[in-house]
Structures are given as structure tokens and as C-alpha cells.
């Protein structure tokens, strides 16, 4: 185990438990209503920005987690990694990574494959955020809309 620990950073290895708990949740809550899901995925999601240790953060993920629920409400919140999460039939449909986490000097906001952001042959699947001003929340808000269409 000690030898493990040196291949993975203190960042990694706290995002391979979350994932770990994510996935034993997602099992736990297959049996149970939407409703409880959405609720006990919300209870979670808020956990998640409650535990960051930058108010810059923390700010950030609760304008995203209301931006999202106002533009997609069916999407579901959840964590990923740890992280502030939102997604469609089980699957990440797009997350918040903050500053903090990884030590970098912005936030990102990114959409998983299942995303439909097709455009052409190449297109952007993440965002550098610093703050949510209402231009990057028009242009946040279209690119949800387009992920779920």
C-alpha cells in the first residue's frame, strides 16, 4: 500500500474514494423513486461545495448548480469524482472542477461524451471559469441546452 501511495497524488487518491462512494450510492439508489434520487443526489451535490475550502469556489458551484437546474431541470445533480455533477439516466452529463481541488487557477466546467455538442469535426467539451458573469451564463446556459437536445 505504501508503494501505491507514491504513484497517485493526495488529490487522486481522494478522488478514487469519491468515486468509490459515488458508485456504491448509485447502486443503493437503483430501487428507489426519482424523487429520492433527485433528492438524496442534491443532498450530495451541496455536501460537495459545502466541503470546498475557497469561497471563490464554492460561489462559482452554487451559480453553476442553479444555472443548471433553471436551464435543464431534468437533469439530475450528483457528485463525480467528488465534484459538483449533473447527469441524464446515470451518466454525467456535465460537472463543475474546481480551482481548488487540483491547485489551479481556474474552475472548469465540462460536459462528458454523452453530451450532444457535436459540431462538425472538432468542438470545445470545457470551460476555464473564474466567475459566472451573465455573458458566460448565456453562453453556459446554450451549451447545456445543446448537451441535452
Given at each position: 500500500?505504501?508503494?501505491d501511495?507514491?504513484?497517485?497524488t493526495a488529490e487522486e487518491r481522494e478522488a478514487m474514494q469519491a468515486a468509490a462512494k459515488e458508485a456504491k450510492a448509485k447502486r443503493s439508489r437503483a430501487k428507489k423513486?426519482?424523487?429520492e434520487q433527485r433528492a438524496e443526489g442534491e443532498a450530495d451535490l451541496?455536501?460537495?461545495i459545502a466541503k470546498l475550502s475557497d469561497a471563490a469556489d464554492k460561489k462559482l458551484a452554487t451559480d453553476l448548480h442553479e444555472l443548471?437546474?433553471?436551464v435543464a431541470p431534468d437533469l439530475m445533480p450528483r457528485t463525480y469524482y467528488g465534484m459538483p455533477a449533473w447527469g441524464k439516466d446515470g451518466k454525467v452529463v456535465c460537472f463543475f472542477q474546481p480551482a481548488s481541488k487540483f491547485k489551479v487557477r481556474y474552475g472548469t466546467f465540462g460536459f462528458e461524451p454523452i453530451s450532444n455538442l457535436d459540431?462538425?469535426?472538432?468542438?470545445?467539451?470545457?470551460?476555464?471559469?473564474?466567475e459566472l458573469t451573465s455573458a458566460n451564463k448565456k453562453l453556459l446556459s446554450e451549451r447545456i441546452r445543446l448537451a441535452i437536445s
Amino acid at each position: 500500500m505504501a508503494e501505491d501511495t507514491k504513484n497517485f497524488t493526495a488529490e487522486e487518491r481522494e478522488a478514487m474514494q469519491a468515486a468509490a462512494k459515488e458508485a456504491k450510492a448509485k447502486r443503493s439508489r437503483a430501487k428507489k423513486t426519482p424523487e429520492e434520487q433527485r433528492a438524496e443526489g442534491e443532498a450530495d451535490l451541496k455536501e460537495a461545495i459545502a466541503k470546498l475550502s475557497d469561497a471563490a469556489d464554492k460561489k462559482l458551484a452554487t451559480d453553476l448548480h442553479e444555472l443548471v437546474t433553471e436551464v435543464a431541470p431534468d437533469l439530475m445533480p450528483r457528485t463525480y469524482y467528488g465534484m459538483p455533477a449533473w447527469g441524464k439516466d446515470g451518466k454525467v452529463v456535465c460537472f463543475f472542477q474546481p480551482a481548488s481541488k487540483f491547485k489551479v487557477r481556474y474552475g472548469t466546467f465540462g460536459f462528458e461524451p454523452i453530451s450532444n455538442l457535436d459540431d462538425g469535426t472538432m468542438w470545445p467539451t470545457a470551460y476555464a471559469v473564474l466567475e459566472l458573469t451573465s455573458a458566460n451564463k448565456k453562453l453556459l446556459s446554450e451549451r447545456i441546452r445543446l448537451a441535452i437536445s
